[in-house]
């Protein structure tokens, strides 16, 4: 139990600096991208040991599509060899894999992968392992009003129903709770456009280690840091 009576219970992490850090040492950056695979086995598989209910990953951006065109497909390819060959250690891990993100946008063959291991773990009673894919916090909240507008339109929700209760009802992230900390590596200041709508009072914590060289000691220095903070969602304290 921490100091402020709480553990993490949901972590959120943007995966940054894979670019600076495979450039730094002089290669291509599709190498550091390869690199913090490693590092989302090594951070899932702890969260899961240390007993968190939920890991969301910034895995991939709707900014990113406007990357080269070479590094969007090595991404994809990167992807879906990941959904695959993370399987096993998914379902030894007991979790349960999900993804939030206009899904219909990537390619055919990882949408497949990927529902694929979202319906071979849909029993599994472990952690949640939520992967962002083609996200965007604003592209969200725009969708979740389209949504609104469409329920109104047929006649299933008054105007005078909608809440913020309400409303998070048609967020990607409807079932989930929001985050208690997020995590940003690379050093950089912003949240880039990640769960606008979910982190109003979380805790963040940024790290200028790059994400191919985070591992369970950075991970457990931002829970440390976490414990030591006081919690108030606008509130005094007592």
Same mark, same amino acid.
């Given at each position: ?21 495979? =450039?730094?040492?002089?290669?291509? %950056? !599709?190498? #550091?991208?390869? &690199?913090? /695979?490693?590092?989302?086995?090594? $951070?899932?598989? *702890? ?48 979790? =349960?894999?999900?993804?939030?993100? %206009? !899904?219909? #946008?990537?390619? &055919?063959? /990882?949408?497949?992968?990927?529902? $694929?291991?979202? *319906? ?119």
């Amino acid at each position: 139990m921490s100091e402020n009576g709480q553990t993490p219970s949901h972590i959120a992490i943007i995966m940054d600096g894979n670019g600076r850090w495979a =450039r730094k040492r002089g290669w291509a %950056r !599709i190498r #550091g991208h390869k &690199e913090g /695979v490693e590092s989302v086995r090594e $951070i899932t598989r *702890e969260c899961a040991k240390r007993h968190v209910k939920q890991l969301t990953l910034y895995a991939f951006s709707q900014e990113n599509w406007k990357r080269p065109q070479r590094e969007v497909n090595l991404l994809m390819k990167l992807l879906k060899d990941f959904l695959i060959k993370e399987r096993d250690e998914i379902e030894e891990n007991n979790i =349960r894999l999900t993804a939030i993100g %206009r !899904i219909s #946008g990537l390619p &055919e063959d /990882v949408q497949r992968e990927l529902a $694929i291991g979202i *319906e071979e773990s849909k029993n599994n009673t472990g952690m949640i392992l939520c992967l962002a894919l083609n996200y965007g916090g604003r592209s969200e909240i725009v969708d979740a009003a389209k949504n609104i507008a469409r329920t109104i339109k047929a006649g299933e929700m008054d105007l005078n129903e909608i809440s913020e209760e309400t409303f998070k009802k048609f967020l990607y992230t409807s079932e989930m709770t929001d985050p208690d900390l997020l995590i940003r590596t690379g050093g950089e200041m912003r949240v880039s456009n990640f769960l606008l709508w979910e982190i109003s009072y979380t805790e963040l914590w940024v790290t200028p280690i790059c994400w191919p060289d985070f591992r369970k000691r950075h991970l457990e220095e931002a829970i440390k840091e976490y414990a030591r903070r006081e919690r108030r969602f606008g509130g005094l304290r007592e």
